[in-house]
């Protein structure tokens, strides 16, 4: 089992920014690939970005590309942040990080999930 804790969650204004950490423990061995992903009222889980633990290679959804959001590890601390950049109204959702084996953007390919941090982005 891998446990996996968010944070770093909360209100921004427009044009703002927030690190959102993900936290993992337990069989962290197991899992090769941390990802983001994201949840707004209403809509499907969206992939926003992903990487590879070993390599530091990364994964972005169009919509944060062009480095708005960074995707990043610190494999001592077994912690993956989320640096969000440039923020808008529609960056409002629940960030959920996950684990998996191989590099995906569809949630199926996880096998482990935070409990999720809410951010909320005002105009």
């Known amino acids: 089992q891998v446990q996996l804790v968010e944070s770093g969650g909360g209100l921004v204004q427009a044009g703002g920014s927030l690190r959102l950490s993900c936290a993992a423990s337990?069989?962290?061995?197991?899992?090769?690939?941390m990802g983001w992903f994201r949840q707004a009222p209403g809509k499907e889980r969206e992939f926003v970005a992903a990487i590879r633990l070993s390599t530091g290679n990364t994964a972005y959804a169009d919509s944060v590309k062009g480095r708005r959001f960074t995707i990043s590890r610190d494999n001592a601390k077994n912690t993956v942040y989320l640096q969000m950049n440039s923020l808008t109204p529609e960056d409002t959702a629940v960030y959920y990080c996950?684990?998996?084996?191989?590099?995906?953007?569809?949630?199926?390919?996880?096998?482990?999930w935070g409990q999720g941090a809410q951010v909320t982005v005002s105009s």
């Open positions: 996950a684990a998996a084996r191989v590099v995906t953007t569809t949630p199926l390919g996880y096998t482990y």
């Open positions: 337990g069989r962290t061995f197991s899992s090769s690939v």
